[in-house]
Structure formats: structure tokens, C-alpha cells
């Protein structure tokens, strides 16, 4: 079984910037990939930006709507994933959620943290 621990939501103005950290109770490199979905209210949860664990990179990928305004990234010592966002808007407001997909463990979800953003 796999655990994921959010954090680092909050409310923050528009243009402001927040980073979230998703932390994996399992090594990172037993996932073939993490990454970060949103769900704003009413609305599907969608891909925000996802990272694979091979190599001392990964390969990312990022919804159009936010490329150049946030980073995704890892840190394989602390088994932990960043999304850093910035340039927020308020379209961004969402319940941000931490995805693992492994071949041993499946996939798993951490529980969610709230992203508002003001206008």
C-alpha cells in the first residue's frame, strides 16, 4: 500500500504563487510516474502536471492551460513531488490531489488539498 501527504494549499491572491508537496510513503522510483490532478467544483478532475521517476529528471508533462506558470519536480531522497505554481488565476481554484502509478502498488490518491485563488 501506498500513502500520499499533501500540503501546502492555502488561498492566495491572483498572480500570487503556492507550492504543494505530495510526500510517498514508498521509494519513488517504485512508481513509473506522479503527478498532480485538480478539481474545481461542478467540473471533472483533470491532469495539471505529471512526472515520471526514471533517470535523475523524469519526464514531465503539463496541461496546456498552465505551462509556463507551474513546475513540477521531485526530490528522490525525500521521496517527495512539488508542484510549484505561479501566476495563479483564479480559474485555478480546485482541490489539488497527489497521483502515484505503480506496477506493484497501482495507482493511489492522497486526500486532497484546497488551492483558492482571489481575484
Known amino acids: 500500500q501506498v500513502q500520499l501527504v499533501e500540503s501546502g494549499g492555502g488561498l492566495v491572491q491572483a498572480g500570487g504563487s503556492l507550492r504543494l508537496s505530495c510526500a510517498a510513503s514508498?521509494?519513488?522510483?517504485?512508481?513509473?510516474?506522479m503527478g498532480w490532478y485538480r478539481q474545481a467544483p461542478g467540473k471533472q478532475r483533470e491532469l495539471v502536471a505529471r512526472?515520471?521517476?526514471?533517470?535523475?529528471?523524469?519526464?514531465?508533462n503539463y496541461a496546456e492551460s498552465v505551462k509556463g506558470r507551474f513546475t513540477i519536480s521531485r526530490d528522490n531522497v525525500k521521496n517527495t513531488v512539488y508542484l510549484q505554481m505561479n501566476s495563479l488565476k483564479p480559474e485555478d481554484t480546485a482541490v489539488y490531489y497527489c497521483?502515484?502509478?505503480?506496477?506493484?502498488?497501482?495507482?493511489?490518491w492522497g486526500q486532497g488539498t484546497q488551492v483558492t485563488v482571489s481575484s
Open positions: 514508498r521509494s519513488i522510483f517504485t512508481f513509473n510516474a
Open positions: 512526472i515520471t521517476t526514471s533517470g535523475t529528471g523524469g519526464i514531465t
Open positions: 497521483n502515484a502509478d505503480s506496477a506493484i502498488w497501482g495507482e493511489s
